[in-house]
C-alpha cells in the first residue's frame, strides 16, 4: 500500500476518514481554471465499522471513485532522516537499513515509504540531502485495508495527515514564499511547512481540539502557551536549517478556537490568519461546509481528496 505517491490514475478522489464519532468523507474536483470545487462532504455518525462503512459506500457511490483513508496520529511515524547515498531508484530499499535503527518496532513488521525534501536550488554547494520516512506497522496497515475490503470499498491509498494537510497548504502559499499551517484534531496540532507545493516539515504539539475548546479560560490559555512556545522553536529551527525559504504566514486551519489566532499573534513574529476553506475552494451547494466546527470536522478529508495525480499541476 503507497502512503506518498502521487496518484497515475484521472478519477476524482473520495476520501473516507475515521474519526472516534464517525466517518467523514469528501472529494474535490479541480477544473483547469479557478478554485478546486468540493463536491461532496457527507459526515456518518457512529463508531467506524464494516456496517457503517458499507453504508457510506452505498449512499455516496464509492466504486465511481478512487478511495483512500488517512491513518490516525498514532498509526505510524514520520521522520526527517539523512538521504543514504545511493542512486534515486534504489533509496527506498536503502532506506530499510536506515529505519532498522531508527523504528521502535522490527523494520521486518513496517510499511514505509520515502518523500524528497527538496534542496535550495541556488546553493553554491550542495548539502547533504535529506528524506522523509513514513512507517507504520503491518498490522495496522493490514487492518485498515481489511476492513475497506469487508466492506467492499476498494482502497487505492492510505493517506497520512501531513500529506494532507501539505495540499491544502500548497492552494494558499504566496508566490516565492513558503507557508507554516497549523491544525488540531483529536490526536493533537499537526504544524507543517510548506513551499512550491512540497512538503519541508512536519511536528505534532501535544495539544488536542477539546483542549482548545475547553470552557474554563486558564486551562485554555495554557494551551495556547505551549501551542506558542512550540511553534517559536519550531519555526526558528526552521529558519535556520532552510533558510532559503522565507515563510510569508502561519495559516490556522479551521477549528472554533476562540481567541487562538488574536493570541498567537501576540506572541509570535510571523504574521497570523485563519483559514476559512471558502476563500480557497468552491463550497457552493455544500452547507455541510458552512461555519469553522464543520470545516474542521472536513478538513483532513478534503486535503486528503486534494491528491494531485502525475504530470497534473
Not at 29 to 39: D, H, N, Q, S
Not at 142 to 169: G, Y
Not at 250 to 261: C, F, I
Amino acid at each position: 500500500m503507497r502512503f506518498l505517491r502521487k496518484a497515475q490514475q484521472t478519477e476524482a478522489w473520495l476520501a473516507m476518514v475515521l474519526q472516534r464519532d464517525g466517518i467523514a468523507a469528501a472529494s474535490v474536483r479541480r477544473p483547469p481554471v479557478g478554485k478546486p470545487a468540493v463536491t461532496l462532504a457527507s459526515f456518518f455518525a457512529g463508531a467506524a465499522s464494516i456496517d457503517s462503512l458499507e453504508k457510506a459506500a452505498r449512499e455516496l457511490h464509492s466504486a465511481s471513485y478512487r478511495c483512500t483513508t488517512v491513518l490516525a496520529g498514532g498509526d505510524y511515524q514520520f521522520m526527517s532522516v539523512e538521504a543514504p547515498n545511493v542512486p534515486r531508484a534504489e533509496l527506498k530499499a536503502a532506506m530499510r537499513w536506515r529505519l532498522k535503527d531508527i523504528l521502535d518496532f522490527p523494520v521486518d513488521d513496517a510499511t514505509y515509504d520515502v518523500l524528497d525534501i527538496p534542496l535550495d536550488p541556488n546553493a553554491a554547494v550542495r548539502p547533504q540531502q535529506s528524506i522523509f520516512a513514513v512507517a507504520s506497522r503491518n498490522s495496522v496497515i493490514q487492518a485498515r485495508q481489511k476492513l475497506f475490503t469487508q466492506a467492499k470499498i476498494r482502497l487505492r491509498t492510505i493517506d497520512i495527515p501531513e500529506m494532507a494537510q501539505r495540499n491544502v497548504s500548497a492552494l494558499l502559499e504566496p508566490e516565492g514564499r513558503g507557508l507554516a499551517m497549523l491544525s488540531f484534531g483529536e490526536d493533537g496540532g499537526l504544524l507543517t511547512v510548506s513551499w512550491r507545493g512540497e512538503l519541508y516539515l512536519s511536528r505534532r504539539i501535544d495539544v488536542t481540539l477539546a483542549q482548545l475548546l475547553d470552557a474554563d479560560q486558564e486551562r485554555r490559555h495554557g494551551s495556547f502557551d505551549k501551542i506558542t512556545l512550540e511553534l517559536q522553536r519550531s519555526l526558528d529551527n526552521f529558519e535556520r536549517q532552510f533558510s532559503f525559504i522565507s515563510v510569508a504566514k502561519l495559516v490556522l486551519a479551521p477549528s472554533g478556537a476562540e481567541g487562538l489566532q488574536d493570541y498567537l499573534a501576540g506572541n509570535l513574529y510571523t504574521r497570523v490568519e485563519t483559514l476559512d476553506l471558502a476563500h480557497v475552494l468552491d463550497l457552493e451547494g455544500i452547507p455541510e461546509l458552512e461555519g469553522a466546527a464543520r470545516q474542521q470536522r472536513f478538513f483532513l478529508a478534503i486535503g486528503a481528496a486534494l491528491r494531485v495525480e502525475e504530470g497534473t499541476a
